[in-house]
Every structure is written in structure tokens, then in C-alpha cells.
């Protein structure tokens, strides 16, 4: 199986999400304050950063963030961005006065790990609306944009890659495991997207 690394920066005894620690990976878990400061050769194929992660300590660690990225992992990264960790990211831009409207999720290009969801529902956590997202980490020059929100058609999933291989995946809202990732739920989304994220490339 692929190793996978995550990121904790909070709550050392709470397990990952559960749509995590049942993906077909072989998952190490690390605290953010202990990851190397420098770049070091790469050991993992997938680097997931959870929601609420300790942005200023992961900004400490941008040198090795990135030098993983830039030698062929791929990245999960969930949240909103207020402190950016890598060199393409850019603070968070929330909906104004959001309403009704502004809830929805569209999708904006295909891929694989959303296709085949019901997007009228898979954004919903427990029927409610505005869970997914409100707004979005803007994405830089080149990211291929996934999903939309609202009416202003906020970019609440992009993704960017690089010559290597490495992939950057980027959710603004929180974590994407609580989103049609249960055990009962088919497709899986959680599941699709890091199959989709370890595919080999390059």
C-alpha cells in the first residue's frame, strides 16, 4: 500500500477521520512540531493536513512542505488558509453577506473523485446546507479549478500540479472526510480522491 503521512497539530489522542484510517494506505501520523525543518528525502506518496491545523507551526515547516511537493507527493490540504504554509497559497476570501443561493456546490471540470457523486446532497453534513464552504482559498495561476460555491462561483476546490508529479489539492471548508465518506456511502469520496491523488504520474 502507499505510505501516507498526518499532519496533527491538535488533540494528540483523537484519531484521524475515520474515511482516513480506511483508505487503502499505510498511514503514519505525525505532530507538525516534529516534522524536519529543511527538505529531506521523500518517504511519503500522500501528506494529508486536517482541518484547524496549526498554520503558523506548518509555516515553519514550508521548506520540507515543499520540498516533499517538489520531489512527487502530493498534498491534501483541507481549511481555510489565514497564514499561507506554501508559495502559491493566498489567505482565505469568504462569500459576502452570504445567502441562500451561495450554499450550493457546482461543479466546474470533471474529475474523477466527484463525477460520480450526487451533487445535489453530497455537500450536505446531516441534510444541512453551507457546511461545505463559504468561500474560498483563492487558487493561483494554472490550478485547475474542480468545484464551485455560490453565485459568485467560488473556487471551493482546485488542485495544482508540478513537473514531478506532485499534486496539491486544495479544499477551503472543512475536512473533506465528512462529506460522503462514511462506510455505507458509494462512491466514497474521501476514498476516490486519494486514489486519485497517489496515482503514479510524471
Known amino acids: 500500500m502507499v505510505n501516507a503521512l498526518y499532519i496533527r497539530s491538535r488533540n494528540e489522542d483523537e484519531p484521524p477521520a475515520e474515511a482516513y484510517r480506511t483508505a487503502p494506505l499505510t498511514l503514519d501520523i505525525v505532530h507538525v512540531r516534529d516534522l524536519p525543518d529543511t527538505p529531506a528525502p521523500l518517504r511519503h506518496r500522500l ?47 469568504p462569500i459576502p453577506l452570504p445567502g441562500l443561493g451561495d450554499y450550493s456546490v457546482e461543479r466546474h471540470s470533471p474529475h474523477p473523485a466527484f463525477d460520480r ?19 474560498h482559498n483563492p ?28 499534486i496539491f489539492f486544495c479544499h477551503g471548508g472543512p475536512d473533506i472526510a ?20 497517489v496515482e503514479p504520474r510524471s
Request: charged fraction near 20%.
Open 47 to 93: 501528506i494529508i493536513i486536517p482541518m484547524q491545523s496549526d498554520e503558523i507551526m506548518l509555516s515553519r515547516k514550508r521548506e520540507w512542505l515543499q520540498g516533499a511537493w517538489e520531489q512527487g507527493a502530493s498534498i491534501l490540504a483541507n481549511d481555510i488558509v489565514a497564514l499561507p504554509y506554501m508559495p502559491f497559497l493566498r489567505p482565505f476570501e
Open 117 to 135: 457523486l450526487p451533487f445535489d446532497r453530497f455537500h450536505l453534513l446531516e441534510g444541512m446546507a453551507g457546511v461545505y464552504g463559504v468561500g
Open 139 to 166: 487558487p493561483p495561476p494554472g490550478a485547475k479549478v474542480v468545484n464551485t460555491i455560490g453565485r459568485g462561483a467560488y473556487a471551493i476546490d482546485w488542485y495544482i500540479e508540478n513537473e514531478a508529479g506532485g
Open 178 to 197: 465528512a462529506f460522503h465518506s462514511g462506510p455505507h456511502d458509494t462512491p466514497n469520496l474521501t476514498h476516490d480522491l486519494i486514489n486519485w491523488l
